[in-house]
């Protein structure tokens, strides 16, 4: 791989069912305009529905009711800012080793990290995680094998695998915007960077994790070829290098992050945080700070940005096997400085073991399955009967009107359908998730 072509502004579309490239600035357009092909890509992620939405979805806590937890949308927010910082601060580095392409500036390297930073969770479902086990459920279950019936075996792992980082890619690259036409219509480098996973179900690694659906394969085959992403296998790829930045991100955040939303809802004491920071902060001085909350931030600031500093060294340690696409590492944070790698783990099992498994947690965790399987419950066989030409009863036939932003049509398959049910149920909010659930028991009518 080469960083000439890993830069890659071009954006693709489909038309006619080929995967067509359309319009990108030149730099020098960029530059005039003060908003290069990057910072389009900012904006309309920015912009998007998907992107709003978040603000309404679950990082840690369900309907947490304190003022200061986190949710999706600031946790993308929080991501994209520590991206940005690692993607400027490498491509300083990489054009101080002469590797950056003279039509590239550094802070094009921080404008795509962010990018993909912002795009990163776009996919989750109601309730994070817990939402993709409770989709993943549903369709596992033996009791609903029959709705499965006529699927290739490609098509039945996909749907049912819902997978967060996939439905990501499928957003940016299929729904939003410019729905069936290219979605975002997102630089080359945006979406490398965002592909964490850049194989298929098929794949060996598959399982839980995956980044390409059957529905975004050809859009990703002409991407991999665009940006020179080696081939590992059929319909696998290596990754993009930018990618293990935007990751690097979000593990910080989620490891730091998630503890300062337990200490300010009382799940952890404000001492226990600060022990798990101080490998990385203990010569600082913050007793000046007015209180434990601002004490707290100023400590965990002070710990992102040794991370980020150490993240940043061992990327362009490891550059050459990133663009051969042989990084035998695990991802970065693991081959970082003993003290990053032991706070953050530190973070992480604290996280585990008095954060995920409190009560409060659980019970809206285990809420979730039947919540999410009561909306599959209606709709599902609402739409194995259509498109196998089955005759409606009068409830499928207003359950399938709720799909309105993108109703079945005669064109669908049975996968494309389940897809579309898919995309509406993964695209809910947690309010709206549990409203509709209400509201299907017929609860919500009382």
Known sequence: MNWQQLLSPQRFRPRDGVIEPTSTLSTQEGMNALR????????????????RRLGRKTQVHPFAEHDHTHNRLTHSVEVASVGRSLGNRVGVMLAAGGFLPQENTPSDVGAIVQVAC???DLGNPPFGHVGEEALRDWFRAPVHEPYLQGLGAAERTDIQTYEGNAHSLRLVANLEMYRG???????????????KYPWTTLDPRGGKKFNIYQTELPFIR??????????????CWARHPLSYLMEAADDICYALLDLEDAVEIGLLGDIELESILSELTFAENTWHAQSSRQRCAMLRGIAIGRAVDDVAQ??????????NGQFKGKDLLALCSPAVQNTLQKAKDLARTRVFRHESKLMTSIASFPCLGSVLDLLVPAAYQWINGGE???RHSLALELLSDEPLNREDTLYTAYMKILDFVGGMTDNTAAKMARELSGIGML
């Open 36 to 51: 290069t092909d990057f910072h389009i890509d900012y904006d309309r992620v920015v912009f998007s529905s998907a992107f």
């Open 118 to 120: 912002l795009a990163h």
């Open 314 to 323: 061992t990327f362009m340690m490891h550059q050459a096997d990133l663009l």
């Open 181 to 195: 036409k290219g979605g975002m219509r997102l630089t080359s480098a945006a979406i490398g960077a965002l592909i």
């Open 222 to 235: 002409r991407v991999a070829q665009e940006l020179g992403l080696p081939e590992q296998g059929k319909d």
């Open 392 to 394: 409606l009863s009068f």
